[in-house]
């Protein structure tokens, strides 16, 4: 509905209404927006997700989360990328071209971080191109942080650890691997990883590094 406007300064303002209330309830980080394309009329994310045209989409998100990010609040831009099905969608698989991935997929979170940064960025729990999203350096390495300039922290989406290698993950360069859990649960596989090489302490230090700089600024 709000594409549908086609008002950037109306995604503005309900970007700043959202956060208002956030901030009334102390909540201080948005898991939004959320900007996939409507590439499926089946996918169970459109009532979240912006608009089937990529510049559109961008623009309207990246406008909600500038007036989320100017009221104090941390916004979290979601599902990079190409997250376009809901069943079986820790399983799911989209492949495609390098031209198709940039100039239909990335785009409208090009778009959307050139109007504001979002302070995180969730990845999808599909994989892309024969690799899990969150446990692709290319993507998040090479792609959000090199080339889009991103510098806040990278988190999964939830539980994804389901079908995503933990220690891929942190050497991919996921900083949250959300939920987590109040026990030990997610902490001694990583402990392993780190003990038998799997991962290094420089890229832990990294991850943990970007996660604090974020909270530091927004509670």
């Known amino acids: 509905m709000v594409s549908a406007t086609f008002n950037k300064?109306?995604?503005y303002k309900v970007g700043r209404v959202i956060a208002e209330e956030a901030v009334e309830n102390?909540?201080?980080l948005l898991l939004g927006p959320a900007m996939n394309l409507h590439r499926n009329p089946l996918n169970g994310r459109?009532?979240?997700y912006f608009s089937e045209d990529p510049v559109l989409a961008g623009t309207m998100a990246g406008w909600q989360n500038k007036g989320f990010q100017d009221c104090g609040v941390a916004g979290c831009i979601k599902h990079i990328a190409a997250n376009?099905?809901?069943a079986l969608r820790?399983?799911?698989h989209s492949i495609m071209s390098e031209?198709?991935?940039?100039?239909i997929y990335l785009k409208p979170f090009m778009i959307a971080f050139g109007i504001e940064m979002p302070a995180t960025v969730m990845t999808g729990y599909n994989a892309l191109n024969g690799c899990f999203c969150d446990e692709d350096s290319e993507l998040i390495h090479g792609i959000l942080r090199?080339?889009?300039g991103f510098d806040g922290f990278v988190m999964s989406d939830w539980n994804s650890y389901d079908t995503s290698d933990m220690c891929a993950m942190v050497n991919a360069g996921v900083s949250w691997l959300t939920p987590g859990s109040d026990s030990d649960e997610r902490v001694l596989p990583l402990?392993?990883?780190?003990?038998?090489?799997?991962?290094?302490?420089?890229?832990?230090?990294?991850?943990?590094y970007f996660l604090i700089k974020t909270i530091l600024k927004y509670v």
Do not use: D
Request: with cysteine; aromatic share 0%; proline share 0%.
């Open 9 to 11: 300064e109306l995604a």
């Open 26 to 28: 102390n909540i201080r």
């Open 46 to 48: 459109n009532a979240e």
């Open 84 to 86: 376009n099905c809901e």
């Open 90 to 92: 820790k399983r799911s």
């Open 99 to 103: 031209r198709t991935l940039r100039e």
């Open 146 to 148: 090199e080339e889009m």
């Open 191 to 208: 402990l392993e990883g780190l003990k038998a090489g799997k991962i290094t302490r420089e890229q832990l230090e990294e991850n943990i």
